[in-house]
């Protein structure tokens, strides 16, 4: 049997539709059949994922974890994949057709140990949410300290640091992104669109549930790696807490000004200072959209987001107070 030039591995629990359409885009990369490998891990859907998706032909394999994880699936992905690269994808994506081809190129040097290109919303139309969320997605082509759920890998590398680490359920990427910095190997963002993605957000509690799970991911992957040459999110998530204190605090101060004086201006001022604040961040933002309105409510976001990360962090410093792991937050 030939060895296959590129194994895809694509995890998920529930997509549906997405999932099928997600592995109909990866069937269209130019490669000889022979040459690709696809390998669908499933965490436990009851939509009935893992039986359409066989129907396809695809390689399926079940991982049904007492606590689920996106890194237990990548790591039985790449495990049983026979390819020297490998791409992982998660199963509310669409692959652009081209990236392989432009990524593969980039592994002349061997130092190159993953390369990412652009992953966007396919429908940022659809929710005030998704409009804003677009824009996290972007980021400047060149280094960078870590990658996506969405990349291309040597194979050869996550054997050299044993993968991803299955005790994360969140920031998973981050994590084996910094032990494979520390190794000397480079991330390499390049400017290519890449995926689609499909957030599927159309309410606040999602949107809450998703800065939630990026709170517990600063708070665990920040105490991991403070004493290492490496303090990968010390910082940001140091600034999370104070940025959101912040934000409470004006809130308080202006509300009990406007009780005392029994006026709204004091609430009012509260107000424009997050208004000022919006603007200046939309300001700082602007290379990543043309669009006035987007920009200024991505402005609101990158402050308001602060709240549900920061309460993410004091929920993950609670559970490991109680000796306790928290499963893993869903937002969909």
């Known amino acids: 049997m030939s060895i296959p ?8 629990r529930n997509e549906g539709e997405r999932l099928l359409a997600c592995i109909q885009s990866v069937q269209k990369i130019p490669l ?4 690709l490998e696809i390998i669908y891990v499933d965490s436990a859907s009851t939509d009935g994922s893992p039986e359409r998706v066989a129907a396809l032909g695809v390689q399926v394999i079940r991982v049904q974890p007492e606590r689920p994880a996106a890194a237990i699936g990548r790591n039985a992905g790449w495990q ?3 390819a020297p690269f490998i791409l992982f994808l998660d199963g509310d994506t669409l692959l652009h057709p081209d990236f392989y081809r432009r990524a593969i190129a980039e592994f002349q040097s061997p ?3 993953i390369v990412w290109g652009h992953r966007r ?3 940022p139309e659809r929710s005030i949410y998704q409009r804003v969320l677009d824009l996290d997605w972007v980021y400047p082509a060149g280094l960078s300290e870590f990658c996506g759920g969405d990349a291309l890998m040597r194979r050869s590398v996550l054997a050299e640091v044993n993968g991803y680490d299955p005790q ?3 920031g998973e990427e981050p994590e084996m992104c910094q032990r494979i910095r ?3 190997y480079e991330i390499l963002h390049i400017d290519c669109p890449m995926t689609l993605h499909d957030l599927a957000i159309t309410h606040w ?3 809450w549930r998703r800065a939630v799970r990026a709170g517990h991911a600063y708070a665990e992957i920040s105490q991991r790696f403070k004493n290492t040459d490496f303090p990968l999110w010390s910082r940001d998530a140091k600034k999370n807490l104070i940025h959101a204190s912040v934000l409470i605090d004006m809130a308080l101060f202006g509300a009990l000004l406007s009780v005392f004086f029994h006026s709204l201006l004091p609430a009012l001022g509260a107000l424009v200072f997050y208004l000022a604040l919006a603007v200046r961040s939309a300001w700082k933002t602007r290379w990543k959209s043309s669009n006035p309105m987007t920009l200024f409510l991505y402005g609101i976001h990158s402050h308001l987001q602060q709240l549900p990360i920061a309460a993410g962090q004091l929920a993950y410093y609670y559970t490991r107070w109680r000796g306790e792991q928290r499963r893993l937050i869903e937002y969909k």
């Open 5 to 12: 030039e590129l194994s895809v591995v694509i995890i998920g």
């Open 121 to 123: 919303e396919r429908y």
């Open 111 to 113: 130092k190159t140990a």
């Open 182 to 184: 520390s190794l000397g």
């Open 80 to 82: 049983a994949a026979r």
């Open 32 to 35: 000889p059949a022979e040459k």
């Open 205 to 207: 509690g999602q949107y």
């Open 168 to 170: 994360l359920i969140a």
